[in-house]
T-cell receptor, first 115, second 114 residues
Framework: EAGVVQSPRYKIIEKKQPVAFWCNPISGHNTLYWYRQNLGQGPELLIRYENEEAVDDSQLPKDRFSAERLKGVDSTLKIQPAELGDSAVYLC?????????????FGPGTRLTVL | AQSVSQHNHHVILSEAASLELGCNYSYGGTVNLFWYVQYPGQHLQLLLKYFSGDPLVKGIKGFEAEFIKSKFSFNLRKPSVQWSDTAEYFCAVKATDSWGKLQFGAGTQVVVTP
């Protein structure tokens, strides 16, 4: 069974540039999560989707971050414009319905460096 | 809101030594508890989890954790570590009410020397 797929694995951009990350969850997983992991810290939830609906985006900085999950399968997270402080690893995870407390499976992450 | 505290940021120990990583959380309600591990160059994966029942849970690769409700703790243990246990370990907590999100600790980097 294929795991959570993310691309790109690494991205280096200059500040004020836009950037996008893509995630394909495990087949059949309704719930998709985007996390940000700063250096020396644990992952922090940015947004959670149940199918195509964003049910928890309270931690997403909406002035520059946006996300979508069209058709309830793969998802894109965008930053525009990027700032120096956005340098981090962006993780995608998926699970069966979140309400039923299912294990979250994580992708390898995208390491973003903003110069 | 819940928070998770991991006691050590870095642990260095020799093979065959015993390992115990501390994890405390702050939340007054019912929680589910997890330990995740990230081996070098790999993605986060679940080591073990506690939902209910026996507070001593066993996970993969000989790891176990004990939930002590009165102490709000969920410490991870392994009696005898191997070099391959070198990794970063994350404790995580999820409130069971409604749509509680998974809250991670800062992680503990464990280095096992041969």
């Amino acid at each position: 069974e294929a795991g959570v797929v993310q691309s790109p694995r690494y991205k280096i951009i200059e500040k004020k540039q836009p950037v996008a990350f893509w995630c394909n969850p495990i087949s059949g997983h309704n719930t998709l999560y985007w996390y940000r992991q700063n250096l020396g810290q644990g992952p922090e939830l940015l947004i959670r989707y149940e199918n195509e609906e964003a049910v928890d985006d309270s931690q997403l900085p909406k002035d520059r971050f946006s996300a979508e999950r069209l058709k309830g399968v793969d998802s894109t997270l965008k930053i525009q414009p990027a700032e120096l402080g956005d340098s981090a690893v962006y993780l995608c995870a998926s699970s069966l319905r979140d309400r039923e407390i299912n294990e979250q499976f994580f992708g390898p992450g995208t390491r973003l460096t903003v110069l | 809101a819940q928070s998770v505290s991991q006691h050590n940021h870095h642990v260095i120990l020799s093979e065959a030594a015993s390992l115990e990583l501390g994890c405390n959380y702050s939340y007054g309600g019912t929680v589910n508890l997890f330990w995740y591990v990230q081996y070098p160059g790999q993605h986060l994966q679940l080591l073990l989890k506690y939902f209910s029942g026996d507070p001593l849970v066993k996970g993969i690769k000989g790891f176990e954790a004990e939930f002590i409700k009165s102490k709000f703790s969920f410490n991870l243990r392994k009696p005898s570590v191997q070099w391959s246990d070198t990794a970063e370990y994350f404790c995580a907590v999820k409130a069971t009410d409604s749509w509680g999100k998974l809250q991670f600790g800062a992680g503990t980097q464990v280095v096992v020397t041969p």
